[in-house]
T-cell receptor
Framework: ELKVEQNPLFLSMQEGKNYTIYCNYS?????LYWYRQDPGKSLESLFV?????AVKQEGRLMASLDTKARLSTLHITAAVHDLSATYFC???????????????FGTGTRLTIIP | DTEVTQTPKHLVMGMTNKKSLKCEQH?????MYWYKQKAKKPPELMFV???????INESVPSRFSPECPNSSLLNLHLHALQPEDSALYLC??????????????FGDGTRLSIL
Protein backbone atom coordinates (compact mmCIF):
# COMPACT_ATOMS: atom_id res chain seq x y z
CA GLU A 1 0.00 0.00 0.00
CA LEU A 2 1.34 3.38 -1.01
CA LYS A 3 2.01 5.72 1.89
CA VAL A 4 2.65 9.42 1.43
CA GLU A 5 3.91 11.44 4.35
CA GLN A 6 4.53 15.14 4.65
CA ASN A 7 6.41 17.11 7.22
CA PRO A 8 5.93 19.26 9.00
CA LEU A 9 2.17 18.88 9.53
CA PHE A 10 1.94 22.43 10.81
CA LEU A 11 4.21 25.33 9.96
CA SER A 12 4.00 28.84 11.29
CA MET A 13 6.48 31.24 9.82
CA GLN A 14 7.10 34.93 9.57
CA GLU A 15 6.76 36.91 6.41
CA GLY A 16 10.00 37.20 4.50
CA LYS A 17 11.42 33.88 5.72
CA ASN A 18 12.26 30.78 3.70
CA TYR A 19 11.11 27.26 4.46
CA THR A 20 10.75 23.81 2.93
CA ILE A 21 7.95 21.24 3.09
CA TYR A 22 8.92 17.61 2.54
CA CYS A 23 6.92 14.83 0.92
CA ASN A 24 8.09 11.22 1.21
CA TYR A 25 6.40 8.30 -0.51
CA SER A 26 6.82 4.58 -0.12
CA UNK A 27 6.75 3.10 -3.63
CA UNK A 28 8.05 4.03 -7.03
CA UNK A 29 6.04 6.60 -8.92
CA UNK A 30 6.26 8.32 -12.26
CA UNK A 31 4.49 11.48 -11.25
CA LEU A 32 3.92 13.70 -8.26
CA TYR A 33 1.62 16.66 -7.79
CA TRP A 34 1.46 19.57 -5.39
CA TYR A 35 -1.89 21.14 -4.54
CA ARG A 36 -2.96 24.07 -2.41
CA GLN A 37 -6.19 24.20 -0.44
CA ASP A 38 -7.58 27.28 1.30
CA PRO A 39 -9.97 26.71 4.23
CA GLY A 40 -13.37 25.53 3.01
CA LYS A 41 -12.22 25.65 -0.59
CA SER A 42 -11.26 23.23 -3.31
CA LEU A 43 -7.81 22.07 -4.36
CA GLU A 44 -5.74 24.19 -6.71
CA SER A 45 -3.02 22.53 -8.75
CA LEU A 46 0.44 24.04 -8.23
CA PHE A 47 2.97 21.72 -9.86
CA VAL A 48 3.25 18.49 -11.81
CA UNK A 49 6.61 16.72 -11.47
CA UNK A 50 7.27 13.89 -13.88
CA UNK A 51 10.92 12.89 -13.74
CA UNK A 52 13.88 12.54 -11.46
CA UNK A 53 15.51 15.89 -10.88
CA ALA A 54 12.50 17.84 -12.08
CA VAL A 55 12.32 21.36 -10.71
CA LYS A 56 9.48 23.79 -11.25
CA GLN A 57 9.02 27.32 -9.98
CA GLU A 58 6.06 29.64 -9.79
CA GLY A 59 6.49 32.90 -7.96
CA ARG A 60 7.73 32.25 -4.44
CA LEU A 61 7.18 28.49 -4.67
CA MET A 62 9.60 25.96 -6.07
CA ALA A 63 9.05 22.21 -6.19
CA SER A 64 11.55 19.44 -6.87
CA LEU A 65 11.47 15.68 -7.23
CA ASP A 66 14.04 13.00 -6.38
CA THR A 67 12.56 9.70 -7.49
CA LYS A 68 15.48 7.67 -6.19
CA ALA A 69 15.00 9.02 -2.68
CA ARG A 70 11.20 9.03 -3.17
CA LEU A 71 11.19 12.60 -1.97
CA SER A 72 9.70 15.84 -3.18
CA THR A 73 10.19 19.27 -1.65
CA LEU A 74 8.18 22.46 -1.83
CA HIS A 75 10.34 25.46 -1.05
CA ILE A 76 8.88 28.78 -0.05
CA THR A 77 10.99 31.87 -0.59
CA ALA A 78 10.36 35.15 1.23
CA ALA A 79 6.93 34.07 2.43
CA VAL A 80 3.98 36.43 2.21
CA HIS A 81 0.64 36.20 4.01
CA ASP A 82 -1.20 35.15 0.82
CA LEU A 83 0.65 31.84 0.90
CA SER A 84 -1.16 30.77 4.07
CA ALA A 85 -3.02 27.55 3.13
CA THR A 86 -2.78 23.78 3.40
CA TYR A 87 -0.41 22.18 0.92
CA PHE A 88 -0.78 18.59 -0.23
CA CYS A 89 1.48 16.45 -2.31
CA UNK A 90 -0.15 13.59 -4.20
CA UNK A 91 1.43 10.55 -5.80
CA UNK A 92 0.27 8.36 -8.66
CA UNK A 93 2.06 4.99 -8.57
CA UNK A 94 1.31 4.41 -12.21
CA UNK A 95 -0.02 0.91 -11.69
CA UNK A 96 -3.24 1.47 -13.62
CA UNK A 97 -3.44 1.62 -17.36
CA UNK A 98 -7.10 2.31 -17.84
CA UNK A 99 -6.66 5.94 -18.84
CA UNK A 100 -7.01 7.25 -15.32
CA UNK A 101 -4.89 7.97 -12.29
CA UNK A 102 -5.13 6.80 -8.71
CA UNK A 103 -3.81 9.55 -6.48
CA UNK A 104 -2.80 9.07 -2.89
CA PHE A 105 -2.55 12.37 -1.04
CA GLY A 106 -0.03 13.24 1.60
CA THR A 107 -1.06 14.15 5.10
CA GLY A 108 -0.97 17.86 4.29
CA THR A 109 1.01 20.77 5.71
CA ARG A 110 -0.94 23.62 7.21
CA LEU A 111 1.07 26.75 6.59
CA THR A 112 0.42 29.98 8.44
CA ILE A 113 2.37 33.08 7.50
CA ILE A 114 2.54 35.63 10.30
CA PRO A 115 2.90 39.30 9.33
CA ASP B 1 -13.92 29.96 -10.49
CA THR B 2 -13.36 26.31 -11.29
CA GLU B 3 -13.96 24.42 -14.51
CA VAL B 4 -15.51 21.54 -12.63
CA THR B 5 -18.95 22.46 -11.30
CA GLN B 6 -20.50 20.67 -8.35
CA THR B 7 -24.04 21.00 -7.03
CA PRO B 8 -25.31 21.50 -4.46
CA LYS B 9 -22.64 23.35 -2.49
CA HIS B 10 -24.21 22.34 0.82
CA LEU B 11 -26.51 19.45 1.66
CA VAL B 12 -28.11 18.46 4.93
CA MET B 13 -29.97 15.17 4.97
CA GLY B 14 -31.39 12.66 7.37
CA MET B 15 -30.18 9.09 7.54
CA THR B 16 -33.25 7.80 5.69
CA ASN B 17 -33.15 10.31 2.85
CA LYS B 18 -32.07 9.75 -0.74
CA LYS B 19 -30.17 12.52 -2.45
CA SER B 20 -27.69 12.96 -5.29
CA LEU B 21 -24.55 14.99 -5.78
CA LYS B 22 -23.81 16.24 -9.26
CA CYS B 23 -20.59 17.10 -11.05
CA GLU B 24 -20.12 18.55 -14.52
CA GLN B 25 -17.08 19.39 -16.64
CA HIS B 26 -16.76 20.63 -20.19
CA UNK B 27 -13.02 20.31 -20.66
CA UNK B 28 -13.29 17.11 -22.68
CA UNK B 29 -11.73 15.11 -19.86
CA UNK B 30 -12.32 11.38 -20.04
CA UNK B 31 -11.54 10.50 -16.43
CA MET B 32 -13.70 11.64 -13.53
CA TYR B 33 -13.25 11.07 -9.83
CA TRP B 34 -15.08 11.25 -6.51
CA TYR B 35 -13.14 12.00 -3.34
CA LYS B 36 -14.21 12.27 0.28
CA GLN B 37 -12.45 14.75 2.55
CA LYS B 38 -12.97 14.90 6.30
CA ALA B 39 -12.02 18.04 8.18
CA LYS B 40 -8.27 18.61 8.45
CA LYS B 41 -7.55 15.42 6.47
CA PRO B 42 -6.38 14.77 2.91
CA PRO B 43 -8.85 13.78 0.20
CA GLU B 44 -9.48 10.05 -0.10
CA LEU B 45 -10.33 8.48 -3.43
CA MET B 46 -13.75 6.82 -3.66
CA PHE B 47 -14.47 6.12 -7.33
CA VAL B 48 -12.87 6.61 -10.72
CA UNK B 49 -14.65 6.60 -14.05
CA UNK B 50 -12.68 6.25 -17.25
CA UNK B 51 -14.43 6.73 -20.57
CA UNK B 52 -17.75 6.55 -18.70
CA UNK B 53 -17.00 3.16 -17.18
CA UNK B 54 -16.31 2.55 -13.51
CA UNK B 55 -12.67 1.55 -13.24
CA ILE B 56 -11.91 1.96 -9.55
CA ASN B 57 -14.12 1.49 -6.49
CA GLU B 58 -12.09 1.91 -3.33
CA SER B 59 -14.26 -0.49 -1.32
CA VAL B 60 -16.84 2.22 -0.77
CA PRO B 61 -20.04 1.16 1.09
CA SER B 62 -23.01 0.49 -1.16
CA ARG B 63 -24.93 3.40 0.34
CA PHE B 64 -22.82 5.46 -2.10
CA SER B 65 -23.71 4.73 -5.72
CA PRO B 66 -21.84 6.49 -8.53
CA GLU B 67 -23.18 7.06 -12.01
CA CYS B 68 -21.64 8.53 -15.14
CA PRO B 69 -24.48 9.31 -17.60
CA ASN B 70 -22.12 10.79 -20.19
CA SER B 71 -18.57 12.04 -20.55
CA SER B 72 -19.37 15.40 -18.96
CA LEU B 73 -21.47 14.35 -16.00
CA LEU B 74 -20.81 12.41 -12.84
CA ASN B 75 -23.36 11.73 -10.11
CA LEU B 76 -23.09 10.30 -6.64
CA HIS B 77 -26.33 8.85 -5.32
CA LEU B 78 -26.69 8.76 -1.55
CA HIS B 79 -29.01 6.54 0.46
CA ALA B 80 -29.22 5.64 4.13
CA LEU B 81 -26.05 7.50 5.04
CA GLN B 82 -24.51 7.49 8.48
CA PRO B 83 -23.35 10.50 10.54
CA GLU B 84 -19.73 9.53 9.86
CA ASP B 85 -20.38 10.16 6.17
CA SER B 86 -20.52 13.89 6.86
CA ALA B 87 -17.65 15.38 4.88
CA LEU B 88 -16.68 17.48 1.89
CA TYR B 89 -17.21 15.51 -1.32
CA LEU B 90 -14.95 16.58 -4.14
CA CYS B 91 -15.29 15.80 -7.81
CA UNK B 92 -12.30 15.97 -10.13
CA UNK B 93 -11.60 15.37 -13.78
CA UNK B 94 -8.49 14.82 -15.87
CA UNK B 95 -7.23 13.79 -19.25
CA UNK B 96 -5.95 10.65 -17.58
CA UNK B 97 -2.52 9.15 -17.88
CA UNK B 98 -2.25 9.91 -21.59
CA UNK B 99 -1.53 13.53 -20.73
CA UNK B 100 1.32 13.19 -18.27
CA UNK B 101 1.76 16.86 -17.53
CA UNK B 102 -1.87 17.62 -16.74
CA UNK B 103 -3.17 17.52 -13.18
CA UNK B 104 -6.62 16.62 -11.97
CA UNK B 105 -8.98 19.60 -11.82
CA PHE B 106 -11.15 19.76 -8.74
CA GLY B 107 -14.59 21.23 -8.19
CA ASP B 108 -15.48 23.34 -5.18
CA GLY B 109 -17.08 20.37 -3.46
CA THR B 110 -20.36 19.59 -1.74
CA ARG B 111 -20.34 19.91 2.02
CA LEU B 112 -22.58 17.12 3.28
CA SER B 113 -24.03 16.91 6.78
CA ILE B 114 -25.93 13.85 7.95
CA LEU B 115 -28.33 14.38 10.82
Amino acid sequence: ELKVEQNPLFLSMQEGKNYTIYCNYSTTSDRLYWYRQDPGKSLESLFVLLSNGAVKQEGRLMASLDTKARLSTLHITAAVHDLSATYFCAVDPGLFNFGNEKLTFGTGTRLTIIP
Amino acid sequence: DTEVTQTPKHLVMGMTNKKSLKCEQHMGHRAMYWYKQKAKKPPELMFVYSYEKLSINESVPSRFSPECPNSSLLNLHLHALQPEDSALYLCASSQGRIRKNQPQHFGDGTRLSIL
